[in-house]
């Protein structure tokens, strides 16, 4: 009976430091909710925009670009090597043809992307965003203009919401690169955020740096020009 009621005993206390233990992470979270480590108010550059992007094509892009050309390089050596053979095959001309095109629109593609992303993008330039930076995560959320929750007031609307895009440091395909003017932040290869340093004090910088470092180890990277 003794043995019973320390192991009821036991239980309850487990049971209860679970409990402690749910209702201070709790606490902290709700704390954090309100009282993030840092907050930045920014706008986003139509020049840095197109900079970030072109980082991210070299990261994502490029190498697979490479991959391409080089496959399709060889194939139109060997039908160049047929031509020479026979130039009268007129197969071998369009296969070569095809090649070169290929290799073309691989290169091509990418630029026109940037350009046409660009310009879609530059009505935003006078945009707002909030970075907020948590313990195991962060927010960037997009600010909506005053005038326009006024409007939409005024037309009996309901005004525009926007979530905020909520990121933890443990996601899944998440980087940061650190570069001379800005952080960029990638996402599974398929999102790009920008957080320029000029909307940042030098303590923000190295305090932002830091907990990127060490919350993301080796997929977080400075550039080679950083000091």
Do not use: H
């Amino acid at each position: 009976m003794s043995k019973e009621i320390k192991k009821d005993t036991s239980s309850v206390n487990s049971q209860l430091e679970e409990l402690k233990s749910q209702t201070v992470e709790q606490i902290n979270e709700s704390f954090e909710e309100v009282n993030p480590k840092l907050t930045l108010a920014y706008n986003i550059k139509n020049t840095e925009e197109e900079e970030a992007f072109i980082t991210f094509q070299k990261r994502f892009v490029v190498k697979s670009s490479i991959l391409k050309t080089v496959a399709f390089g060889i194939l139109a050596i060997m039908f160049i090597y047929q031509i020479i053979k026979a130039p009268d095959n007129f197969a071998s001309w369009l296969c070569f043809v095809v090649c070169i095109a290929v290799i073309f629109i691989v290169w091509y593609n990418p630029v026109k992307i940037r350009k046409t992303l660009m310009e879609s993008l530059k009505p935003l330039e006078d945009d707002r965003y909030i970075f907020k930076l948590y313990e195991n995560k962060f927010s960037i959320e997009t600010v909506i203009p005053q005038e326009e929750i006024d409007q939409a007031i005024k037309d009996g609307e309901e005004p525009e919401k926007i979530p905020p895009r909520v990121v933890s440091f443990s996601d899944t395909g998440l980087s940061v690169l650190e570069k001379e003017n800005m952080f960029v932040i990638f996402l599974k290869k398929e999102s790009i955020y920008v957080l320029p340093k000029r909307c940042m004090t030098e303590s923000e910088i190295k305090e932002l740096s830091l907990v990127f470092e060490q919350k993301l180890g080796d997929d977080f990277e400075k550039e080679s020009d950083q000091s």
